[in-house]
């Protein structure tokens, strides 16, 4: 992902949060994941309040990834990312 698009993908969820300002928790995926339903997304919610952890991922063979869900508690950290970071850090 270059540096424009980082910039981008954290502009949307300041954006995000200037039209819901009281959102706790959101979910970040990729567009290029057509296998990710609803499903996956109920189940990132379920695991996050059953274990009250503020990341929770997906993952498959040991490697974790998006789509994840972030607490609110980690949104600002988020947007503070830039170049070629990603949120794995």
Known sequence: MGDRNVYLYWCRLRDLLKHHPNLDRCIISLCDQPFVDRHVFQQLIQLADSTDKGIVATGFSGI??????????????????????????
């Open 64 to 89: 974790w990834g998006a789509p994840v869900l972030f607490d609110r508690k980690y949104f600002e950290h988020l947007m503070c990312l830039e170049g070629q970071q990603g949120a794995k850090k």
